[in-house]
């Protein structure tokens, strides 16, 4: 009896005071907040944060890129051929047999075939009808190191090309491609040539494809090589088979040189810029800021709210200048002394696409401003000046494309000593310790 | 079964509630000075001395001296507080529960009662919000600024009290003030009006409170026809000291001696009067404030009347009624305020033995009102207490 009622007691207790939801008030005093809390931005010049920038390139190579490039001339410079090695041909087919029943053939003869090249209508510049030529290798290559000069450039074997550029070449034929018509260039190709890109302990084997209408810059996707096989089980029909690209790359020239006075980003094989940050311990300008918080102005990670590395694009060469967006991501370099080949940190970027810039802030419009936010960045910096216990991130950027390599085209922006130098963008608060009344 | 079912409704009836507050007073000065009354003070409009027979409150040792056997009490406290500016800048409602007092007392030997309590002193939870904006650049962005605070200052009090002969007791307790503050200030920026990455600035700190008070009291009781006691609390100085990583600086608040005195008159067939001032200087304290306040004597008194042979399901369950008004040494307005309230209530015993009431619950309501120059608040007050004995 005791217990039933303490419990009811109890429960009576517990369900008064549960039931009451909390509800904080909201002051209606001006007086309780900490005077004097100001908020300024202030940009600072390249000398008060940055050094050590350097533009380092040979990151991939263009077959690690997945699709190709053709230009003859572009913009008055570029030259650009695909080459590709085709894959084993198909040695075996499905075909019905003279009963119509459905039978596999391991017993194809190749009668001819075509070559087929699937354009990317897009990023290519041409808008009229061009001219492309399709012709066989004639010497050994190697599709991960070759290049403009070199078919071969691996440790301990270099051989250079007979003739700049994959030649000297023996040629299969021309097609003309309307980028209005349709994505495709079909190259036909004959038995004998199709019996020499089969022979595939062939040292030479490989097909180069180029484009002789000068002034423009072709992006290819995808190069297949149908083939016309004859059935030993039916002879009175042809079936259809193909042959997709072993290994497709490009060779380009000119190699564009390092910028001696700004960033770079992309291209393939790819660039990066390294630049070291030195945040500040204390800020004594500028005067805006010194007018609204006081200076000399010490700067610590809990005062910033936004930190950003700025840059002002400038036009790529115009070879290389981008058709398309272009991202730009942010990395720590953990060891810049053993620089090209230092690990990079994770993405600082918020999405793996890293920071998009229109293809006009390369190209038609350049001094297009971007901001590059390092707010984590610079807190983690600050806060291992104030904390001995925290580790000091490195201090050293390197400035990527999200994925290297992926694209011809590369990103540039102004460097220091140029009237538009980086600048790093700081929005910074301050104000009295909060006390107690 | 049953056992459990006690268990787990006092488990929950002893968790509180989340950050909540009861008033806007809590954000000037020190916070709204919280009383460790249990329900039946309340109801009768005490300030928490002088009642009628024994009780576990640490403003009357010597009504613990006669309590005789082991006693535990325990008060909630909920109240919904509706407010507005005297300007009519602003009106609402907010409401909250606090857990004003908890106590036990346990006889020592033949000596005395030994008596253990928690009670609270100050509430200082709220919160501020104040929406502006800040120039970055060539553009104005939208702020909110936020300033969270928590915490407040309590007392955890051990004592000792005792009979003299049949009419006399006295009593003796040590406080340590104890509790903290948190308060955080925070600076917003509006979503779309700047880069998503853009931080909020935040600053604050956290301060541990603590101090010492002594309260001495003695009370004379003639059987069941009057009741007379007293008290004082000395208190020395509250002291606030930052944690290391607090950039805020230490803080020390002279403490007023508050003067107690009450008594309890049985006029006839169960109807008691009762009443109790109770007098303290804030003047020091306020004079301590960043921005001093105008803070001086504060006077509290209130007057009840108790019919003790009301009966509620067979069972003793007197009712009160009453009225009280105290001086709020710190207000939004910077000088002193005045809550005044009028107050019932019931008990209900739950078992007995003898002269000793085993298990009673006691309710308390208050309708009341704190008026300072800018600020109104209209308050329902409940009160809940228990109290346990004999176990």
Same mark, same amino acid.
């Given at each position: 009896m005791i217990r039933k009622k303490l419990g009811i007691l109890a429960t009576l207790a517990a369900s008064t005071t549960w039931a009451c939801s909390e509800q904080t008030p909201t002051s209606l005093e001006d007086a309780v907040f900490p005077g004097?809390?100001? *908020?300024?931005? #202030?940009?600072?010049?390249?000398?008060? @944060?940055?050094?050590?920038?350097?533009?380092?390139?040979?990151?991939?190579?263009?077959?690690?890129?997945?699709?190709?490039v053709v230009a003859q001339a572009f913009a008055g410079t570029l030259d650009a051929n695909t080459l590709v090695r085709f894959a084993d041909y198909p040695d075996r087919a499905?075909?019905?047999? *003279?009963?119509?029943?459905?039978?596999?053939?391991?017993?194809?003869? @190749?009668?001819?075939?075509?070559?087929?090249?699937?354009?990317?209508?897009?990023?290519?510049?041409?808008?009229?009808?061009?001219?492309?030529?399709?012709?066989?290798?004639?010497?050994?290559?190697h599709p991960q190191t070759t290049d403009w000069t070199l078919a071969v450039d691996t440790l301990g074997d270099s051989m250079a090309w007979g003739e700049p550029g994959g030649g000297p070449v023996l040629p299969v034929g021309t097609a003309v491609w309307d980028p209005t018509a349709g994505d495709t260039v079909v190259?036909?190709?004959?038995?004998?040539?199709?019996?020499?890109?089969?022979?595939?302990?062939?040292?030479r084997h490989g097909a180069r494809i180029s484009l002789e209408t000068p002034g423009e810059r072709l992006h290819v996707r995808q190069v297949v090589l149908r083939l016309v096989a004859l059935p030993s089980v039916n002879p009175d029909t042809l079936v259809d088979v193909t042959a997709g690209a072993r290994s497709m790359s490009f060779i380009y020239d000119p190699s564009p040189l390092p910028p001696p006075d700004g960033i770079r980003v992309g291209g393939v094989p790819a660039w990066?810029?390294?630049?070291?940050?030195?945040?500040?311990?204390?800020?004594?300008?500028?005067?805006?800021?010194?007018?609204?918080?006081?200076?000399?102005?010490?700067? *610590?990670?809990?005062? #910033?709210?936004?930190?950003?590395?700025?840059?002002?694009?400038?036009?790529?060469?115009?070879?290389?200048?981008?058709t398309d967006s272009v991202g730009i991501d942010v990395r720590p370099v953990y060891d810049r002394g053993t620089l090209p080949k230092s690990p990079l940190g994770g993405s600082l970027a918020p999405t793996i696409l890293g920071y998009r810039v229109g293809p006009g802030a390369f190209g038609s419009a350049p001094g297009q401003r971007m901001e590059i936010p390092l707010t984590g960045f610079v807190r983690a910096i600050l806060l291992a000046k104030s904390d001995s216990t925290v580790k000091a991130p490195s201090p050293t950027l390197a400035l990527l494309s999200p994925f290297e390599p992926v694209s011809l085209a590369f990103a540039s922006f102004e460097g220091p000593g140029t009237p538009a130098a980086p600048v790093l963008k700081l929005i910074l608060t301050a104000g009295r310790p909060v006390e107690l009344p | 079964m049953t056992r459990w079912r006690i268990v787990l409704a006092f488990g929950l009836a002893f968790i509180p509630a989340g950050v909540g507050a009861q008033s806007h007073f809590n954000t000037a000065g020190l916070g709204l000075v919280q009383e460790a009354l249990d329900a039946r003070t309340r109801a009768l409009g005490g300030i928490g001395v002088g009642l009628m027979g024994s009780g576990l409150l640490p403003s009357d040792p010597a009504s613990i001296g006669r309590l005789g056997i082991p006693t535990a009490v325990f008060t909630a406290q909920p109240s919904w507080t509706d407010y507005r500016r005297s300007d009519g800048a602003d009106a609402g409602t907010v409401q909250g529960t606090r857990f004003p007092l908890v106590g036990v007392a346990y006889p020592v030997r033949q000596w005395g009662i030994g008596y253990l309590t928690f009670g609270s002193v100050f509430d200082q939870r709220f919160q501020a919000e104040r929406p502006g904006s800040v120039v970055l650049g060539l553009d104005t962005v939208n702020v909110v600024d936020s300033l969270h605070a928590d915490g407040g200052v309590s007392q955890i009090r051990v004592g000792f009290a005792r009979p003299f002969g049949k009419y006399l007791s006295a009593g003796v307790s040590v406080a340590r003030y104890n509790g903290s503050a948190l308060r955080r200030f925070t600076r917003t920026f509006a979503d779309g009006e700047v880069d998503p990455s853009v931080q909020d600035f935040a600053t604050g700190?956290?301060?541990?409170?603590?101090?010492?008070?002594?309260?001495?009291?003695?009370?004379?009781?003639m059987g069941t026809v009057f009741r007379a006691a007293g008290s004082v609390e000395w208190s020395g100085s509250l002291s606030a000291e930052p944690t290391e990583d607090t950039r805020g600086s230490a803080r020390v608040y002279p403490m007023p001696v508050t003067w107690r005195l009450g008594a309890t008159a049985n006029l006839a067939g169960g109807l008691a009067l009762t009443g109790s001032v109770m007098m303290a200087d804030w003047t020091e304290t306020g004079a301590a404030l960043v921005d001093p306040s105008t803070a001086g004597k504060a006077t509290s008194y209130g007057v009840g009347i108790e019919l003790g042979n009301a009966r509620l399901f067979g069972r003793p369950a007197p009712l009160r009624v009453g009225y009280r008004s105290r001086d709020l040494p710190f207000s939004p307005g910077g000088g002193m305020a005045t809550e005044t309230a009028y107050t019932g209530g019931f008990g209900l015993t739950l078992l007995e033995s003898g002269r000793f009431v085993l298990a009673g619950v006691d309710f308390s309501i208050e309708r009341g009102k704190r008026v300072d120059t800018v600020l109104t608040e209209e308050f329902w007050r409940g009160g809940l207490s228990l109290r346990l004995a004999g176990f």
């Open positions: 004097d809390i100001r *908020t300024v931005e #202030v940009e600072l010049p390249w000398a008060q @944060f940055g050094s050590g920038l350097e533009v380092l390139g040979g990151y991939g190579s263009p077959v690690e890129l997945g699709s190709a499905t075909v019905r047999d *003279t009963t119509g029943t459905s039978r596999t053939d391991s017993t194809l003869t @190749f009668l001819s075939g075509r070559v087929v090249v699937f354009m990317d209508t897009i990023a290519s510049t041409a808008a009229a009808p061009v001219t492309l030529a399709l012709a066989e290798l004639t010497q050994r290559w190259f036909p190709v004959d038995s004998a040539q199709v019996a020499a890109w089969g022979d595939t302990t062939a040292v990066r810029s390294v630049l070291d940050i030195g945040v500040p311990a204390q800020l004594d300008g500028p005067p805006a800021l010194c007018d609204a918080v006081g200076c000399p102005f010490p700067l *610590t990670h809990d005062r #910033v709210n936004y930190a950003a590395l700025v840059l002002y694009s400038r036009s790529s060469d115009p070879a290389f200048q981008p | 700190g956290l301060w541990r409170y603590s101090g010492t008070s002594v309260t001495m009291g003695a009370g004379a009781q």
